[in-house]
């Protein structure tokens, strides 16, 4: 079975400053993806970056990078040079082949970047 | 990115009435799409696997009675709400998967709010 953990509800970040939002997880599949996800108040899914259990590299986007451990099974999402518009609710996710490749979801973290 | 759109983004119904969402991909075709529920402040929680002409695989302890899914085409399922109660108001959202790539990511319709009063 899978599970995604993440523990921190609600979290505030001043703007301009880097935030992390952790997520760990835990499968017994040898090979899966890690997403994330950004949900404004809108309710639309937005996704933000993707890593690969094989993938060497931390993956980045832009102003979000992966903080892939592995050994840890550990993808925390770290967002630089937070911005207002970066409010919203964030979510991790993951999916493998022995879950058909359903995207199994975190509980999700709120992030509030205060000016 | 795939686009993939939801209608309606809002709906208001009578308690006993029915009610139907579309989720279209508008530029691939999907042989498997997913239906979510999403209660305030919470996480989605996976309904149903919808397959292109077949029947949809319901998640444990959600009614597939009371929530009909129906993929009749390579870009098109519908979630009927049948006999909606006010306890089915909630945000349900969609997502399709290309079907030449069963591994990437899934695209999201923008969601559907229902309130049933």
């Known amino acids: 079975a899978q599970k995604i953990t993440q523990t921190q509800p609600g979290m505030f970040v001043q703007e301009k400053e880097a935030v992390t939002l952790d997520c760990t997880y835990d499968?017994?599949?040898?090979?899966?993806?890690l997403f994330w996800y950004k949900q404004p108040s809108s309710g639309e899914m937005i996704f933000l970056i993707y890593q690969g259990s094989y993938d060497q590299q931390n993956a980045t986007e832009g102003r979000y990078s992966l903080n892939f451990q592995k050994a840890r099974k550990s993808a925390n999402l770290v967002i630089s040079a937070s911005q207002l518009g970066d409010s919203a609710m964030y979510f991790c996710?993951?999916?493998?082949?022995?879950?058909?490749?359903?995207?199994?979801f975190g509980a999700g973290t709120t992030v509030t970047v205060r000016a | 990115g795939a686009v993939v759109s939801q209608h309606p983004s809002w709906v208001i119904c009578k308690s006993g009435t029915s009610v139907k969402i579309e989720c279209r991909s508008l530029d691939f075709q999907a042989t498997t799409m997913f239906w979510y529920r999403q209660f305030p402040k919470q996480s989605l929680m996976l309904m149903a696997t919808s397959n292109e002409g077949s029947k949809a695989t319901y998640e444990q302890g959600v009614e597939k009675d009371k929530f009909l899914i129906n993929h009749a085409s390579l870009t098109l399922s519908t979630l009927t709400v049948t006999s909606a109660h006010p306890e089915d108001s909630s945000f349900y959202i969609c997502s399709a998967r290309p079907w030449d790539r069963v591994d990437t990511e899934a695209f999201f319709g923008q969601g559907t709010r229902l309130t049933v009063v």
């Open positions: 996710a993951m999916r493998s082949r022995s879950n058909d490749y359903k995207l199994s």
């Open positions: 499968t017994s599949d040898p090979s899966y993806g």
